[in-house]
Protein backbone atom coordinates (compact mmCIF):
# COMPACT_ATOMS: atom_id res chain seq x y z
CA UNK A 1 0.00 0.00 0.00
CA UNK A 2 1.56 3.43 -0.91
CA UNK A 3 0.42 6.85 -2.11
CA UNK A 4 0.24 7.65 -5.91
CA UNK A 5 3.16 10.28 -6.62
CA UNK A 6 1.15 12.49 -8.66
CA UNK A 7 -2.65 12.68 -6.83
CA UNK A 8 -1.53 11.21 -3.25
CA UNK A 9 -4.29 9.14 -3.38
CA UNK A 10 -3.51 5.54 -1.23
CA UNK A 11 -2.99 3.05 -4.11
CA UNK A 12 -2.29 -0.71 -3.94
CA UNK A 13 1.24 -2.11 -5.67
CA UNK A 14 0.46 -4.30 -7.77
CA UNK A 15 -3.68 -3.66 -8.97
CA UNK A 16 -4.42 -2.96 -12.32
CA UNK A 17 -4.98 0.76 -11.96
CA UNK A 18 -1.05 1.32 -10.61
CA UNK A 19 2.36 1.38 -12.12
CA UNK A 20 5.87 1.28 -10.31
CA UNK A 21 8.69 2.80 -11.72
CA UNK A 22 11.78 0.46 -12.26
CA UNK A 23 14.36 3.04 -10.97
CA UNK A 24 12.70 4.32 -7.64
CA UNK A 25 9.81 2.19 -6.57
CA UNK A 26 7.53 4.78 -6.59
CA UNK A 27 3.35 3.66 -7.56
CA UNK A 28 1.53 5.69 -9.75
CA UNK A 29 -1.86 5.52 -10.90
CA UNK A 30 -2.37 4.68 -14.82
CA UNK A 31 -4.31 8.11 -15.94
CA UNK A 32 -1.64 9.69 -13.72
CA UNK A 33 1.07 8.69 -15.62
CA UNK A 34 -0.41 9.42 -18.78
CA UNK A 35 -0.75 5.54 -19.76
CA UNK A 36 -3.45 3.24 -21.17
CA UNK A 37 -3.41 -0.29 -20.35
CA UNK A 38 -2.70 -0.97 -24.14
CA UNK A 39 0.46 1.05 -22.86
CA UNK A 40 1.67 -1.51 -20.43
CA UNK A 41 0.57 -4.59 -22.59
CA UNK A 42 2.48 -3.40 -25.35
CA UNK A 43 5.86 -2.42 -22.70
CA UNK A 44 4.95 -6.35 -21.28
CA UNK A 45 5.11 -7.42 -24.93
CA UNK A 46 8.62 -5.88 -25.37
CA UNK A 47 9.87 -7.38 -21.77
CA UNK A 48 10.50 -3.76 -21.76
CA UNK A 49 10.08 -2.02 -17.78
CA UNK A 50 8.70 1.34 -17.13
CA UNK A 51 10.16 4.55 -15.28
CA UNK A 52 8.88 8.01 -14.34
CA UNK A 53 9.35 10.93 -15.48
CA UNK A 54 11.67 12.47 -13.11
CA UNK A 55 13.80 8.68 -13.05
CA UNK A 56 13.90 9.58 -17.26
CA UNK A 57 15.33 12.60 -16.99
CA UNK A 58 18.34 11.38 -14.41
CA UNK A 59 19.06 8.65 -16.97
CA UNK A 60 18.76 7.59 -20.51
CA UNK A 61 19.57 4.35 -19.92
CA UNK A 62 17.21 1.66 -17.09
CA UNK A 63 18.34 -1.72 -17.11
CA UNK A 64 16.26 -4.35 -17.99
CA UNK A 65 16.60 -7.79 -17.13
CA UNK A 66 14.73 -10.92 -19.49
CA UNK A 67 16.19 -14.14 -18.60
CA UNK A 68 19.83 -14.29 -18.34
CA UNK A 69 20.76 -11.24 -20.21
CA UNK A 70 20.46 -7.45 -19.45
CA UNK A 71 19.81 -4.91 -22.06
CA UNK A 72 19.71 -1.30 -22.02
CA UNK A 73 16.90 0.89 -21.99
CA UNK A 74 16.44 3.79 -23.95
CA UNK A 75 14.11 6.37 -24.23
CA UNK A 76 12.05 4.40 -26.87
CA UNK A 77 10.52 2.41 -23.92
CA UNK A 78 9.77 5.26 -21.34
CA UNK A 79 9.29 8.56 -22.39
CA UNK A 80 5.95 10.26 -23.02
CA UNK A 81 6.43 11.17 -26.73
CA UNK A 82 7.86 7.37 -27.62
CA UNK A 83 4.41 6.64 -25.91
CA UNK A 84 2.19 8.37 -28.13
CA UNK A 85 3.84 7.33 -30.91
CA UNK A 86 3.20 3.82 -30.77
CA UNK A 87 -0.14 4.82 -30.17
CA UNK A 88 -0.53 6.51 -33.14
CA UNK A 89 1.41 3.01 -35.05
CA UNK A 90 -1.42 1.80 -33.28
CA UNK A 91 -4.33 3.84 -34.67
CA UNK A 92 -2.55 3.20 -38.29
CA UNK A 93 -2.76 -0.36 -37.27
CA UNK A 94 -6.72 -0.13 -36.52
CA UNK A 95 -7.67 2.29 -39.48
CA UNK A 96 -5.71 -0.73 -42.04
CA UNK A 97 -6.57 -3.61 -40.37
CA UNK A 98 -10.39 -1.73 -40.86
CA UNK A 99 -9.40 -1.82 -44.57
CA UNK A 100 -8.96 -5.45 -44.89
CA UNK A 101 -12.43 -5.63 -43.05
CA UNK A 102 -14.08 -3.42 -45.75
CA UNK A 103 -12.27 -5.59 -48.44
CA UNK A 104 -13.08 -8.48 -47.31
CA UNK A 105 -16.55 -7.97 -46.70
CA UNK A 106 -16.93 -6.96 -50.59
CA UNK A 107 -15.28 -9.98 -51.31
CA UNK A 108 -18.06 -11.73 -49.64
CA UNK A 109 -20.79 -9.51 -51.21
CA UNK A 110 -19.50 -10.39 -54.69
CA UNK A 111 -19.10 -14.13 -53.53
CA UNK A 112 -22.56 -14.19 -52.70
CA UNK A 113 -23.72 -12.61 -55.55
CA UNK A 114 -21.61 -15.79 -57.99
CA UNK A 115 -23.13 -18.11 -56.08
CA UNK A 116 -26.52 -16.68 -56.56
CA UNK A 117 -26.12 -16.72 -60.11
CA UNK A 118 -24.63 -20.12 -60.24
CA UNK A 119 -27.91 -21.61 -58.47
CA UNK A 120 -29.84 -19.59 -61.49
CA UNK A 121 -27.38 -21.23 -63.59
CA UNK A 122 -28.20 -24.72 -62.49
CA UNK A 123 -31.86 -24.40 -62.09
CA UNK A 124 -31.80 -23.25 -65.83
CA UNK A 125 -30.03 -26.02 -66.90
CA UNK A 126 -32.27 -28.56 -64.92
CA UNK A 127 -35.37 -27.42 -66.63
CA UNK A 128 -33.43 -27.83 -70.10
CA UNK A 129 -32.79 -31.00 -68.72
CA UNK A 130 -36.05 -32.01 -68.33
CA UNK A 131 -37.04 -30.40 -71.57
CA UNK A 132 -34.95 -32.39 -73.60
CA UNK A 133 -36.23 -35.73 -71.82
CA UNK A 134 -39.91 -34.75 -72.96
CA UNK A 135 -38.68 -34.24 -76.61
CA UNK A 136 -36.29 -37.59 -76.64
CA UNK A 137 -39.82 -39.28 -75.25
CA UNK A 138 -41.94 -37.63 -78.03
CA UNK A 139 -39.33 -38.72 -80.59
CA UNK A 140 -39.09 -42.06 -79.29
CA UNK A 141 -43.01 -42.51 -79.00
CA UNK A 142 -42.72 -40.84 -83.17
CA UNK A 143 -39.94 -43.98 -83.99
CA UNK A 144 -41.85 -46.36 -82.37
CA UNK A 145 -45.15 -45.88 -83.97
CA UNK A 146 -42.75 -45.46 -87.60
CA UNK A 147 -41.49 -48.93 -86.83
CA UNK A 148 -45.32 -50.44 -85.93
CA UNK A 149 -46.38 -49.17 -89.65
CA UNK A 150 -44.03 -50.93 -91.36
CA UNK A 151 -44.19 -53.99 -89.55
CA UNK A 152 -47.92 -54.28 -89.70
CA UNK A 153 -48.47 -52.35 -92.38
CA UNK A 154 -51.79 -52.71 -93.79
CA UNK A 155 -51.89 -55.69 -96.84
CA UNK A 156 -51.81 -52.85 -99.56
CA UNK A 157 -49.21 -51.62 -100.88
CA UNK A 158 -50.74 -48.77 -102.03
CA UNK A 159 -48.57 -45.89 -100.10
CA UNK A 160 -51.23 -43.34 -100.28
CA UNK A 161 -52.86 -46.27 -97.69
CA UNK A 162 -50.22 -46.29 -95.73
CA UNK A 163 -49.48 -42.74 -95.45
CA UNK A 164 -53.11 -41.97 -94.57
CA UNK A 165 -53.07 -44.68 -91.45
CA UNK A 166 -50.14 -42.81 -90.19
CA UNK A 167 -51.37 -39.14 -90.20
CA UNK A 168 -54.62 -41.29 -88.46
CA UNK A 169 -52.73 -43.04 -85.95
CA UNK A 170 -50.68 -39.24 -85.33
CA UNK A 171 -54.41 -37.34 -85.01
CA UNK A 172 -55.15 -40.23 -82.36
CA UNK A 173 -52.05 -40.62 -80.77
CA UNK A 174 -53.32 -37.65 -78.07
CA UNK A 175 -56.75 -39.30 -77.63
CA UNK A 176 -57.72 -41.97 -74.63
CA UNK A 177 -61.33 -43.79 -74.95
CA UNK A 178 -63.08 -44.47 -71.66
CA UNK A 179 -65.90 -47.02 -71.91
CA UNK A 180 -68.90 -47.35 -69.36
CA UNK A 181 -69.31 -43.71 -68.18
CA UNK A 182 -72.63 -43.08 -67.30
CA UNK A 183 -74.13 -40.67 -69.76
CA UNK A 184 -76.34 -37.92 -67.64
CA UNK A 185 -79.57 -36.99 -69.59
CA UNK A 186 -80.88 -33.56 -70.13
CA UNK A 187 -82.07 -33.01 -66.87
CA UNK A 188 -79.24 -34.48 -64.84
CA UNK A 189 -76.80 -31.90 -63.33
CA UNK A 190 -73.66 -33.56 -63.78
CA UNK A 191 -72.23 -32.81 -67.36
CA UNK A 192 -69.55 -35.41 -69.12
CA UNK A 193 -66.55 -32.72 -67.97
CA UNK A 194 -67.52 -33.66 -63.81
CA UNK A 195 -67.56 -36.98 -64.77
CA UNK A 196 -64.12 -37.11 -66.38
CA UNK A 197 -62.70 -34.46 -63.57
CA UNK A 198 -63.64 -37.34 -60.78
CA UNK A 199 -62.15 -39.86 -62.68
CA UNK A 200 -58.67 -38.06 -63.37
CA UNK A 201 -59.01 -36.91 -59.41
CA UNK A 202 -59.26 -40.83 -58.77
CA UNK A 203 -55.80 -41.58 -60.69
CA UNK A 204 -53.79 -38.54 -59.14
CA UNK A 205 -53.44 -36.46 -61.88
CA UNK A 206 -53.61 -32.66 -62.98
CA UNK A 207 -53.69 -33.09 -66.40
CA UNK A 208 -56.66 -31.18 -67.83
CA UNK A 209 -58.67 -32.28 -71.27
CA UNK A 210 -58.52 -30.24 -73.84
CA UNK A 211 -61.86 -32.02 -75.60
CA UNK A 212 -64.51 -34.14 -73.72
CA UNK A 213 -67.05 -35.63 -76.61
CA UNK A 214 -69.28 -38.76 -77.12
CA UNK A 215 -68.65 -41.21 -79.68
CA UNK A 216 -71.57 -42.92 -82.03
CA UNK A 217 -75.77 -41.76 -81.62
CA UNK A 218 -77.54 -41.22 -78.87
CA UNK A 219 -78.91 -44.83 -77.81
CA UNK A 220 -79.89 -46.75 -75.04
CA UNK A 221 -76.68 -47.26 -73.41
CA UNK A 222 -73.87 -45.15 -72.86
CA UNK A 223 -71.44 -44.28 -75.41
CA UNK A 224 -67.98 -44.31 -74.95
CA UNK A 225 -66.13 -40.66 -74.26
CA UNK A 226 -63.43 -39.51 -76.66
CA UNK A 227 -60.62 -37.05 -74.56
CA UNK A 228 -58.84 -35.02 -76.31
CA UNK A 229 -54.76 -34.28 -74.09
CA UNK A 230 -51.96 -32.25 -75.13
CA UNK A 231 -49.59 -34.72 -75.36
CA UNK A 232 -49.10 -38.62 -76.16
CA UNK A 233 -47.10 -38.63 -73.50
CA UNK A 234 -50.20 -37.11 -70.86
CA UNK A 235 -51.91 -40.54 -72.86
CA UNK A 236 -49.36 -42.72 -71.51
CA UNK A 237 -49.30 -41.20 -68.16
CA UNK A 238 -53.30 -41.48 -67.54
CA UNK A 239 -53.23 -45.56 -68.91
CA UNK A 240 -50.35 -46.20 -66.72
CA UNK A 241 -52.37 -44.80 -63.50
CA UNK A 242 -56.14 -46.73 -64.58
CA UNK A 243 -55.36 -49.35 -62.84
CA UNK A 244 -56.15 -47.28 -59.59
CA UNK A 245 -59.71 -47.53 -60.37
CA UNK A 246 -60.35 -50.56 -60.28
CA UNK A 247 -59.99 -50.61 -56.02
CA UNK A 248 -62.54 -48.02 -55.95
CA UNK A 249 -66.19 -49.53 -56.47
CA UNK A 250 -67.35 -46.43 -57.98
CA UNK A 251 -65.08 -46.84 -60.65
CA UNK A 252 -64.14 -50.58 -61.17
CA UNK A 253 -66.44 -50.43 -64.11
CA UNK A 254 -64.20 -47.50 -65.84
CA UNK A 255 -62.31 -49.00 -68.44
CA UNK A 256 -59.70 -46.85 -70.74
CA UNK A 257 -58.03 -47.50 -73.77
CA UNK A 258 -55.75 -45.57 -76.44
CA UNK A 259 -57.71 -44.11 -79.56
CA UNK A 260 -56.91 -46.93 -82.38
CA UNK A 261 -57.61 -46.35 -85.85
CA UNK A 262 -59.90 -48.69 -87.40
CA UNK A 263 -56.98 -50.88 -88.84
CA UNK A 264 -55.13 -51.08 -85.49
CA UNK A 265 -58.97 -52.40 -84.10
CA UNK A 266 -59.04 -54.76 -86.58
CA UNK A 267 -55.45 -56.32 -86.42
CA UNK A 268 -56.12 -56.25 -82.27
CA UNK A 269 -59.98 -58.27 -83.14
CA UNK A 270 -57.99 -60.86 -84.96
CA UNK A 271 -55.13 -61.52 -82.62
CA UNK A 272 -57.26 -62.15 -79.94
CA UNK A 273 -59.33 -64.88 -81.92
CA UNK A 274 -55.95 -66.31 -82.68
CA UNK A 275 -55.00 -66.01 -78.92
CA UNK A 276 -58.47 -68.01 -78.17
CA UNK A 277 -57.64 -70.87 -80.56
CA UNK A 278 -54.09 -71.14 -79.42
CA UNK A 279 -55.72 -71.48 -75.43
CA UNK A 280 -58.58 -74.17 -76.87
CA UNK A 281 -55.43 -76.28 -78.59
CA UNK A 282 -53.98 -76.58 -74.79
CA UNK A 283 -51.14 -73.30 -75.01
CA UNK A 284 -50.95 -72.76 -71.62
CA UNK A 285 -49.78 -69.37 -69.76
CA UNK A 286 -50.68 -66.83 -73.40
CA UNK A 287 -51.69 -63.00 -73.16
CA UNK A 288 -51.40 -60.20 -75.40
CA UNK A 289 -48.50 -57.60 -74.32
CA UNK A 290 -47.20 -54.28 -76.32
CA UNK A 291 -44.21 -54.31 -77.37
CA UNK A 292 -42.72 -51.16 -78.93
CA UNK A 293 -46.53 -50.22 -79.30
CA UNK A 294 -47.25 -53.23 -80.95
CA UNK A 295 -49.44 -55.71 -79.82
CA UNK A 296 -48.02 -59.64 -79.86
CA UNK A 297 -49.16 -62.92 -77.87
CA UNK A 298 -46.31 -63.72 -75.41
CA UNK A 299 -45.35 -66.35 -73.00
CA UNK A 300 -45.97 -65.31 -69.51
CA UNK A 301 -43.90 -68.51 -68.19
CA UNK A 302 -41.19 -67.21 -70.44
CA UNK A 303 -41.37 -63.60 -69.18
CA UNK A 304 -41.11 -64.84 -65.86
CA UNK A 305 -37.75 -66.62 -66.70
Not at 118 to 138: A, G, P, Y
Not at 147 to 166: G, I
Request: hydrophobic share 30%; proline share 3%.
Amino acid sequence: MGLCVTCAVSIKRGQNDSITCSSCSKLYHLTCASLKQDDIDYLNSLNKSWSCVTCTKKSKNIISVTGNSIQPLTSLSTTEPDLKLIISHLDNLRAEQAKLIDLVNAQNEKLNSFDNKFHEIFSQLSSIKIENSVLRNDLTDIKNRVDLLESAAPKSNDNHDMFAEFIDRQNRSKNIIIFNVHEQSSHDNITDTDSITRIFNKLGTDIKPIKISRLGKPNNKSRPLKIELQAASEVFKILGLSRNLKSDQNFKDIRLTSDKSPYQREFLRDLRNQLSARISKGEPNLTIKYYKGQPTIVSTAVQKN
